[in-house]
T-cell receptor
Framework: NAGVTQTPKFRVLKTGQSMTLLCAQD?????MYWYRQDPGMGLRLIHY???????AKGEVPDGYNVSRLKKQNFLLGLESAAPSQTSVYFC??????????FGPGTRLTVT | GEDVEQSLFLSVREGDSSVINCTYTDSSSTYLYWYKQEPGAGLQLLTYIFSNMDMKQDQRLTVLLNKKDKHLSLRIADTQTGDSAIYFC??????????????FGTGTRLKVLA
């Protein structure tokens, strides 16, 4: 039982490049979330999903897209990376609505 | 609006108690949480408290909730060097799709001195 895993762990992109971050959970959770963590700002919700095939916008969705084609996976895409998207990205999942489990994070740098 | 505030730093000596404080704004929050983040790692749920409780104790951890003042605290007894980490307070905010979002504070960096 691996919990929540994220790939890759680190990535450096040039401005304008695209990439996809993968989140996988093996707990059969319905709800999945993508957050970004920036210094002095805590975590902010980018997008979330309440089940397979559904996605919704969080607080800071601009510049990101998501897909939840399979229940266990939640993908976060950056179509045209910008330096403002340099951050640490965390995926989380929850079965019960009040308890979220976090992955180890992906550190992204956009130059 | 929804906001969670924490002090940024706390330094204690090993063996002492640590008290990390948090204030929140959404009085309708159902649950309030404490998460721990060690360097280079994700967030680990330490404990949570239901909004109709005043106190919750779990081994070395004690959570106190003052709903009137919207104040949450985490006390760590007999603080150890392994407790050095960033501690995040979070409250639940409602999302329209029937699930909750978490509203996180900025985190308190706890440094334990040997």
């Amino acid at each position: 039982n691996a919990g929540v895993t994220q790939t890759p762990k680190f990535r450096v992109l040039k401005t304008g490049q695209s990439m996809t971050l993968l989140c996988a959970q093996d707990m059969n959770h319905e709800y999945m979330y993508w957050y970004r963590q920036d210094p002095g700002m805590g975590l902010r919700l980018i997008h979330y999903s309440v089940g397979e095939g559904t996605t919704a916008k969080g607080e800071v969705p601009d510049g990101y897209n998501v897909s939840r084609l399979k229940k266990q996976n939640f993908l976060l895409g950056l179509e045209s990376a910008a330096p403002s998207q340099t951050s640490v990205y965390f995926c989380a999942s929850s079965g019960r609505r009040y308890e979220q489990y976090f992955g180890p994070g992906t550190r992204l740098t956009v130059t | 609006g929804e906001d969670v505030e924490q002090s940024l730093f706390l330094s204690v000596r090993e063996g002492d108690s640590s008290v990390i404080n948090c204030t929140y704004t959404d009085s309708s929050s159902t649950y309030l949480y404490w998460y721990k983040q060690e360097p280079g790692a994700g967030l680990q749920l330490l404990t949570y408290i239901f909004s109709n409780m005043d106190m919750k104790q779990d081994q070395r951890l004690t959570v106190l909730l003052n709903k009137k003042d919207k104040h949450l605290s985490l006390r760590i007894a007999d603080t150890q060097t392994g407790d050095s980490a960033i501690y995040f307070c979070a409250e639940t905010g409602h999302l329209t799709s029937g699930t909750y979002k978490y509203i996180f504070g900025t985190g308190t960096r706890l440094k334990v001195l040997a």
